[in-house]
Structures are given as structure tokens and as C-alpha cells.
């Protein structure tokens, strides 16, 4: 399984960006799909997360703001990111969960000034 991440810049406070991952390399159902982000001198965390049941949840901090979605032909996940802010400056990555292991794509910088 592959996944390509995408659409992370410099964007001012305020801003807003939206994030892309292409999924190719698998022919089944994923049993959950997120978005993950790991800023300098910190351990990933999860941002956002939709299984395979249709359920979404948010980090705390995504909440309100950011928004998870898939394609139409679901093998693109995105990410929208409203009311960015510095402390949202970090590489994000895309992972999926398939056949009982996490796939991770290779990140995407996103950087917001103040």
C-alpha cells in the first residue's frame, strides 16, 4: 500500500489549507483511515480518524476547525484545515489501516506564521 501526502505550504494565522493523500496499492476495505501530525521536538499524535463504521473523531485541538473527509472513489483522503494557528506547524501524514498493519504515507510540511 502506498500513500501520497499533499497540499502542505506556509500559510498565515487564519488561514486555511487542505491536505490530500492518495491511497493506491489495496484492494480491500480499511478498517480506519486518519491523519496524524508530529511537530519539532514532539511524538505524532492523532488529528482526525474515520473507520470503517462511519464514525469520525477529532483531536481536542482539531475540533471545530479541521475536517475529514474521503473521495468519491475513496482511495483520496482529505483533510481541511480552517483557523490554522502556529501551533498547527507540523509535518501531517496520511495512514490507513489495512489487513491488521497502519500504513503511513511520507508527510507533508505544513507551517503557519504568526
Known amino acids: 500500500v502506498q500513500l501520497q501526502a499533499s497540499g502542505g505550504g506556509l500559510v498565515q494565522a487564519g488561514g486555511s489549507l487542505r491536505l490530500s493523500c492518495a491511497i493506491s496499492g489495496a484492494t480491500g476495505s480499511f478498517t480506519v483511515v486518519g491523519w496524524y501530525r508530529q511537530a519539532p521536538g514532539k511524538e505524532r499524535e492523532s488529528v482526525a480518524r474515520?473507520?470503517?463504521?462511519?464514525?469520525?473523531s477529532y483531536a481536542d485541538s482539531a475540533k471545530g476547525r479541521f475536517t475529514i473527509s474521503r473521495g468519491i472513489i475513496r482511495r483520496t483522503l482529505y483533510l481541511q484545515m480552517n483557523s490554522l494557528n502556529p501551533e498547527d506547524t507540523a509535518v501531517y501524514y496520511c495512514?490507513?489501516?489495512?489487513?491488521?498493519?497502519?500504513?503511513w504515507g511520507q508527510g507533508t510540511q505544513v507551517t503557519v506564521s504568526s
Open positions: 495512514s490507513v489501516r489495512y489487513r491488521g498493519r497502519d500504513w
Open positions: 474515520m473507520y470503517s463504521g462511519g464514525q469520525v
